[in-house]
């Protein structure tokens, strides 16, 4: 007798509904391709807000995973049993074979990566996005260099607001990493002590209603009129937004990033997949957008993810992973509260298969 297999799948259709699906259809991988059997998929906003927000829909969920290879082209760097890690493409159209938070996934080689020891699997699970994202913005838009690299052009002051986001710790450790001096960082009192850990030079208080006096009043004791390298690493439209926070801190040479689009034409936004064209629909924009792919910036930020990789447990971590396990109908629902409010501090893994 043989068992069948099920693949449980987190999905949303085409009327925009979400939901669960229990099927015995394996995905098929294409040329260049992992089939892979995932123990752990990463949890990330983009889940839900691709589908709500830029129109990826229909389409299964999640990009980032961990799992074991079933099947790999032959020829390839990858072997069946090899656990491997990444993230998977995005875009309009996007295959169902993509979604991470399914049983079985499929993968394209160069997206993956073999998982050395000293990286847990549930951290790895939850690590490609939002370091690829920290990658972009300091290797490929501030053009700092690698770690580990002999180049000099160091010099900051680089401010990092809302570090505690999952992408701010990243952003931290490679700055660190790279030589970056001043970081200056913005984070919740309470995440002081672990910034200055991690390698932040001054931290403040971003709830605090004097903060860019605060942040203006160190500057001086620098030198600077303002930061040169600022980094919005939140996102947030609340209050003034956190971008204009950023801004009101920016020198007027200043390199602005935010993580996600801003009105503010100063500001650029770094990517977690730039080694494809990606073609989305932006609220608003009656066409579709196609941001067109970066291969140089992609290697270069993938080879800071794997420099993390490398170092993991030693030079770099993720601060906090909590895991789930259970119903699929369940997981659903922490996917949406992560894209509505957020979850607070570290990340989400989920783990495989789904009931
Ligand atoms: N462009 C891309 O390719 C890309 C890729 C990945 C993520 N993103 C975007 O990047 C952002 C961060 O995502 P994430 O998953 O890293 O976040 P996350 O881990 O969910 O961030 C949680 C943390 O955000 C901090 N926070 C919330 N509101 C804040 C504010 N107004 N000011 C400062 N800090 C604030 C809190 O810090 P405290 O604990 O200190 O209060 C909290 O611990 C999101 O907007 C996401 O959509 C973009």
Redesign the pocket.
């Known amino acids: 007798m043989t068992t069948k297999l099920l693949n449980v799948a987190l999905h949303v259709e085409r009327n925009l509904i979400f939901g669960v699906s229990r099927d015995e259809k394996m995905p098929t991988p294409g040329e260049g391709e992992l089939l892979i059997r995932t123990h752990f998929s990463g949890a990330?906003?983009?889940d839900i807000?691709h589908s709500t927000h830029l129109g990826i829909y229909p389409a299964r969920l999640g990009y980032d995973f961990l799992g074991t290879v079933l099947q790999a082209p032959s020829g390839s760097a990858f072997h069946v049993g090899d656990t491997v890690a990444g993230y998977t493409p995005t875009g309009i159209d996007r295959p169902a074979k993509y979604g991470t938070h399914q049983s079985y996934l499929v993968c394209p080689e160069t997206m993956a990566y073999s998982v050395p020891e000293n990286l847990p699997s549930d951290h790895a699970a939850c690590l490609t996005?939002?370091a690829m994202?920290a990658a972009d913005a300091l290797y490929n838009l501030f053009k700092f260099p690698l770690p580990g690299s002999s180049d000099s052009n160091t010099a900051g002051p680089l401010l990092i607001?809302?570090a505690?986001?999952?992408?701010g710790i990243c952003a931290v450790q490679f700055a660190k990493a790279s030589g970056v001096f001043p970081i200056f960082v913005?984070?919740?009192l309470e995440?002081h002590a672990l910034f200055q850990e991690l390698g932040a030079t001054q931290c403040f208080n971003?709830k605090s209603p004097s903060v860019v006096d605060d942040i203006k009043s160190v500057l001086r004791n620098y030198h600077c009129e303002g930061v040169k390298y600022s980094f919005d690493?939140?996102?947030?439209l609340?209050g003034l937004g956190?971008a204009q926070m950023v801004a009101s801190c920016a020198s007027p040479d200043a390199i602005l990033v935010s993580?996600?689009v801003q009105k503010d034409p100063r500001f650029v936004?770094?990517?977690?997949v730039t080694n494809e064209d990606v073609t989305l629909k932006i609220p608003g924009v009656p066409h579709l957008i196609t941001i067109p792919a970066r291969k140089e910036d992609h290697e270069r930020a993938w080879s800071a993810l794997q420099w993390a990789v490398s170092n993991y447990g030693s030079r770099f971590r993720l601060v906090s992973v909590d895991i789930f396990k259970g119903r699929a109908e369940d997981a659903l629902e922490e996917l949406k509260a992560l894209a509505d409010n957020?979850?607070?501090?570290g990340k989400l893994a989920l783990m495989h298969p789904l009931q």
């Open positions: 990330n906003p983009a807000k996005v939002v994202t607001w809302g505690s986001t999952s992408v913005s984070a919740s995440r971003y690493a939140v996102g947030s609340n956190s993580v996600v936004m770094p990517f977690a957020g979850r607070g501090f």
